[in-house]
């Protein structure tokens, strides 16, 4: 059995210590907010939060998990950063397909966390690994703009 911070909660899971994260957030936890993309840590679909920083759990093996706090998209609004990020995201509608939304999400929060009023260059670096197969990067920069600017004020 491991042992796994979720969202603010203790849950135990019986699995292997390669299986990788997100297979045991979504079959095992059923937590499916957190999407397979490519199954190589390449477009960014699976992101979550280890102890703040974002992650491919689709690379990330469960027994790198244990003692940490993991934060997905079913927990990220619980956050000052990822509250203003879902707000930000509905307010520009971002969304096309949605696919790749939680993972963009959860990256955009993880910077927003670190740097409240990011630059081009800090976004660019910090969504680089998120791809969005609809091409709303656009729409992506505003509402992570919009998002900075809101969490300010909050």
């Given at each position: 059995m491991i042992s796994l911070s979720i969202n603010g909660k203790i849950r135990e899971v019986d699995a292997a210590p390669d299986t990788p994260l997100l297979w045991v957030l979504r079959d095992s936890l059923r937590l499916t907010g957190t999407k397979f993309g490519c199954g190589i840590a390449q477009c960014g679909a699976c992101t979550v939060h280890l102890d703040g920083e974002p992650v491919r759990s689709c690379a990330t093996p469960v027994s790198a998990a244990a003692g940490k706090k993991v934060t997905t998209i079913e927990g990220i609004g619980a956050t000052r950063a990822g509250k203003a990020v879902q707000a930000a995201w509905i307010r520009h509608d971002v969304p096309q397909c949605g696919y790749c939304q939680s993972g963009q999400i959860m990256s955009a929060s993880a910077l927003l966390a670190?740097?409240?009023?990011?630059?081009?260059?800090?976004?660019?670096?910090?969504?680089?690994?998120?791809?969005?197969?609809?091409?709303?990067?656009?729409?992506?920069?505003?509402?992570i703009k919009d998002a900075a600017a809101s969490a300010k004020g909050a």
């Open positions: 670190k740097k409240r009023a990011p630059s081009d260059a800090d976004i660019d670096a910090a969504m680089s690994g998120n791809v969005c197969r609809c091409g709303t990067y656009n729409q992506i920069r505003a509402a």
